[in-house]
């Protein structure tokens, strides 16, 4: 692309994409822009870089569980299995799912079911038992040890695979479409707010181990996206028709995430040649250290190409499912979230509830892949990222597009990603301070659709948030406490209450839906004017966002698709009381109009 296009880029008004700050655009590029192929390269990379972090940690905490510790061999493999599923389950979403720019990749809301499944007497690990003999066990890394950590992975994977079958259903069904329904801005608000909050912890604790320099990465954050944002640094540029030619780009403002990470990973290099930093693992400042994880970059292969069944055949158990559908329950609350505040940040319309649909459904069948592949978890929508879109104010799907692909091939190499797995624990504690931070803004944002005065919406915003954070503290801290007389019922209701996102969005929802209140009141009117005329131009076009590629002009020929929940010009009925989809349908009356929020269809399919 020439640098003219890049300008051109820089300044067009996006659908959906313009700041209710006198018209001025904040966004660089919204989800249908593409950028220039070599800065959706870099922009891809960052994105991946973002996720990294939560990707590969995710191994390194379920290893004692699975009984991998010891084995840094087997442990690189399930790392590369990880960022390779990441991966195709990107591209899926991106592509055929809810089409915003959203990064796949295990999610955490996993763990309690797969450490209650593995505490379970026939499958606790026997190298962490102190009742068992070390000295009669095979060696750790062992063909003997292999077997034994294969064994519990393929459990995990059997109770994925078949749980991940409910999240298809409810997804393709238009089940959480309809619940759309009951779902205003007091519910969207403490949902997403609480995603950020809820991981203060998990920030705070790789922050804490060095945080000099977990605050130097927040500050070149800072600096790069905020100070030197309007900042063009001249850059060559290429075209047929011009050849090579000078341009500016705003690379500030396009890498800040990148630049930081690498600036602090550089400094800490230097610190650690000094020797100012200790080298005593007790030592405060040791996690900082570049050179604690280099065996990993030894004893990692060159190439290895993850596939189905790698660990062996999948064995199924009742527990294990039903702990598995506790997860994807508050997973799915979690996503519907994650949607809308990656489309208020990339520029585009709310998504309309067959986009939704279609998002958490095609995550059912990325669960589905991620079970076949054994990733040790389920896939989910990465606030991480966009709260990433957020700094860097680029929102293009493509550039998401390329990062999935830039995660399937490194997960298919195994010394370039060890490389990444020795980024010090304070760099990446700062940029989640950044991110999190940022995604619990966005949803703050939403109340400026609700009324502030009224007591009404103070309580239900209070009681969420608060309980959003009490409850689920209180079941970490007394997990053995909650019994109803069914193992499979308390662990059940243990990661459903254990899950900040679920506590209080649920009793948002609750108390919206419950407690008197006037349209206006609870910001519904408003936010459904927003909606209609996010850019004030044609809606058809913004909501075309949302249009599945290539076949989207052949399925508006189709009458009988617009009974399918997940089509997006599905409609409950002719009469448009209760629209859920995107694609424009004709209807007669002033009833009509009103419930035609999410009308509209556009036919370009040269998009990607």
């Not at 280099?294 to 660990?311: C, D, I, M, N, S």
Request: a neutral charge; charged letters at 15%.
């Amino acid at each position: 692309m020439a640098s003219d296009d890049v300008e051109k880029n820089n300044t067009a008004a996006p659908p959906g994409g313009e700041e209710e700050t006198g018209g001025k655009r904040e966004i660089l590029y919204t989800v249908t822009e593409v950028p220039p192929w070599y800065l959706c390269i870099l922009l891809g990379f960052q994105q991946f870089l973002t996720a990294f972090g939560a990707t590969f940690s995710y191994p390194i905490l379920m290893a004692p569980f699975l009984c991998l510790v010891g084995d840094s061999v087997g442990l690189s493999e399930m790392i590369g299995t990880v960022i390779f599923v990441s991966g195709i389950s990107t591209l899926l979403q991106t592509t055929l799912g809810v089409r915003l720019p959203i990064i796949q990749s295990i999610s955490y809301s996993f763990i309690t079911p797969v450490i209650s499944l593995m505490s379970i007497s026939e499958w606790q690990c026997p190298y962490t038992n102190p009742a068992v003999n070390a000295t009669s066990l095979p060696e750790v890394g062992s063909d003997g040890h292999r077997s034994m950590w294969k064994a519990r992975l393929a459990e995990v994977q059997g109770a994925l695979m078949v749980s991940s079958l409910f999240q298809i259903v409810i997804g393709f069904s238009g089940l959480m479409g309809l619940l759309m329904n009951f779902i205003g801005p007091l519910t969207i608000t403490p949902t997403i707010a609480l995603i950020g909050l809820s991981l203060f912890e998990a920030a705070s604790d790789k922050a804490s181990s060095q945080w000099w320099i977990s605050l130097t990465t927040v500050a070149l954050i800072a600096v790069f996206s905020q100070y030197l944002r309007n900042v063009r640094v001249p850059c060559a540029a290429y075209s047929r028709r011009d050849g090579c030619s000078k341009t500016s780009l705003p690379i500030f403002n396009l890498f800040p995430v990148l630049l930081a990470i690498v600036s602090a990973w550089v400094l800490c290099v230097i610190l650690t040649v000094t020797g100012a930093l200790p080298d005593d693992p007790k030592g405060w400042g040791y996690q900082a250290r570049t050179d604690t994880r280099t065996e990993v970059l030894h004893k990692a292969q060159w190439f290895r190409f993850p596939y189905p069944g790698q660990w062996g055949m999948p064995t199924v158990s009742v527990a294990g499912v039903f702990g598995m559908l506790a997860a994807l329950l508050a997973s799915m609350i979690e996503s519907v979230g994650d949607y809308y505040a990656c489309a208020r940040l990339a520029g585009a319309p709310p998504p309309p509830g067959s986009a939704v649909s279609r998002g958490i459904g095609m995550e059912g069948v990325t669960c589905l892949i991620a079970g076949a592949w054994g990733t040790g978890g389920g896939t989910t929508s990465y606030s991480e990222n966009i709260g990433a879109i957020g700094i860097t104010k680029v929102g293009s799907r493509v550039v998401i597009q390329v990062g999935a692909v830039i995660m399937i091939v490194l997960g298919c190499l195994g010394k370039f990603g060890a490389l990444f797995v020795t980024i010090p624990d304070p760099v990446v504690g700062g940029m989640f301070i950044v991110m999190f931070g940022m995604v619990t803004a966005v949803g703050i944002s939403n109340l400026h659709f609700v009324d502030l005065g009224s007591i009404r919406n103070l309580f239900i915003l209070g009681i969420s948030l608060f309980f959003g954070l009490a409850g689920p503290r209180w079941v970490s801290a007394n997990s053995g406490k909650i019994q109803t007389g069914n193992d499979i019922a308390n662990q059940i209701i243990s990661v459903l209450l254990g899950t900040s996102m679920f506590v209080g969005g649920f009793i948002a929802a609750f108390l919206d839906n419950t407690i008197p209140g006037t349209v206006e009141e609870r910001g519904i009117l408003k936010w459904r004017k927003h909606e209609e005329s996010s850019s004030g131009g044609d809606r058809r076009d913004t909501m075309a966002v949302y249009d599945l590629p290539l076949i989207q002009k052949y399925l508006n020929k189709l009458k009988f698709t617009r009974y399918i929940p997940f089509c997006p010009h599905f409609i409950l009925d002719e009469r448009g009381s209760s629209s859920l989809g995107g694609c424009c349908q004709r209807r007669k009356g002033p009833r009509a109009q009103e419930g035609a929020v999410n009308a509209g269809y556009h036919e370009d399919n040269t998009r990607m």
